[in-house]
């Protein structure tokens, strides 16, 4: 069964220093997503990307953060200058259509700033 | 704004027995998704279930069923003769159809599994 398949499962990373997070998604899906999870907290919605270009973005997602598809096989969620409460969970979610009735998670990358 | 809201942070059961973890949410959209995920210590998240909002009948899989009450904007999942793997978090959420494509999630259930 296809996958969404994400890099690092666990990165570590100082306070200031700038971190990207890789995704893979399925390779006939068109739409791209990032949610995060602080720890004990809910999912929440980072941005969209469809059409290398971002279809929408929530409140969090601010100018340290970007997004890009650099080579037409990964989807990438940089942050600048990461602060500790960074630290959470991040997913990528790929699907072949908006708003679609089945969205596939990756299983997450970890991010613990220090 | 759609919301979502679970009321019960955590909850326990007796292995082999029946759960029933609920969800409530807010909309004015009269067509929608609503999911269930489940998030096991790797954190993971994984589909339980899912239901379009049109549709009258409560979708099933396996050990898992919905009791969808579109009027009564409620959207519980029942976990049947329960299992020690059956422990997690699990996230009730929902996707518009038509308009804003994100997917939104409620706080969250503990569910512990006693043997």
């Known amino acids: 069964e296809p996958e969404v398949t994400q890099t690092p499962s666990h990165q570590v990373t100082q306070m200031g220093q700038e971190v990207i997070l890789r995704c893979v998604p399925i390779s006939n899906h068109l739409y791209f997503y990032w949610y995060r999870q602080i720890l004990g907290q809910k999912v929440e919605f980072l941005v969209s990307f469809y059409n290398n270009e971002i279809s929408e973005k929530s409140e969090i997602f601010d100018d340290q953060f970007s997004v890009e598809r650099p080579d037409g096989s990964n989807f990438t969620l940089k942050i600048r200058s990461t602060k500790l409460e960074d630290s959470a969970m991040y997913f990528c979610?790929?699907?072949?259509?908006?708003?679609?009735?089945?969205?596939?998670f990756g299983q997450g990358t970890r991010l613990t700033v220090v | 704004a759609q919301t979502v809201t679970q009321s019960q942070p955590e909850m326990s059961v007796q292995e082999a027995e029946t759960v029933t973890l609920s969800c409530t949410y807010d909309?004015?959209?009269?067509?929608?998704?609503l999911f269930w995920y489940k998030q096991p210590p790797s954190r993971q998240m994984i589909l339980v279930i899912r239901q379009e909002a049109y549709k009258q009948q409560n979708a099933t899989e396996n050990r898992f069923s919905v009791n969808f009450q579109k009027a009564a904007k409620s959207f519980s999942l029942k976990i049947s003769d329960s299992q020690l793997g059956d422990a997690a978090m699990y996230f009730c959420a929902y996707r518009s159809t038509s308009r804003d494509d994100k997917i939104i999630f409620g706080k969250g259930t503990r569910l512990h599994i006693l043997p």
């Open positions: 979610a790929s699907q072949n259509l908006p708003r679609a009735f089945l969205a596939f």
């Open positions: 909309t004015s959209e009269s067509d929608y998704y």
